[in-house]
């Protein structure tokens, strides 16, 4: 079984020192996790009903990892957002945390890539 891991979620799919994915082969016993080197593709092998159990894990782990993402703005992109109420409507929406900062806006949540 192969899938990609969206790039905000691979830290909490791997754990510090690959943590999580030594649990994971851990509690499914004769299941190994693979994350490729110069991808985000997750490979997992071993008994197909642990594989599946296996893949559920990391679906779940993926689809609750907090996800930060910093874009720039302009001067009057900054303007536009700091004058106006859209930063706390879209947070309210989207259940993010929203911070406007000297030049760029800074977003926070769940991923729901999963």
Known sequence: CKFNVPDGAIGSVIGKGGSNISKLEEDF??????????SNVISIRG????VK?????LVITI??????DTIE????QKG??????IIKRVAGITSTSIALNEDS???RGISNDA
């Not at 008994?47 to 642990?50: A, G, I, R, S, T």
């Not at 159990?53 to 894990?57: K, L």
């Open 47 to 50: 008994p197909e009903d642990l």
């Open 80 to 85: 536009n957002l700091s004058s106006s109420d």
């Open 29 to 38: 016993e004769g299941v190994r996790v693979n994350v490729g080197r110069d």
């Open 53 to 57: 159990q296996c893949r559920i894990r």
């Open 63 to 68: 689809a609750t990892a907090r996800v930060s």
């Open 73 to 76: 703005l302009t001067p009057t």
């Open 105 to 107: 806006i800074v977003i």
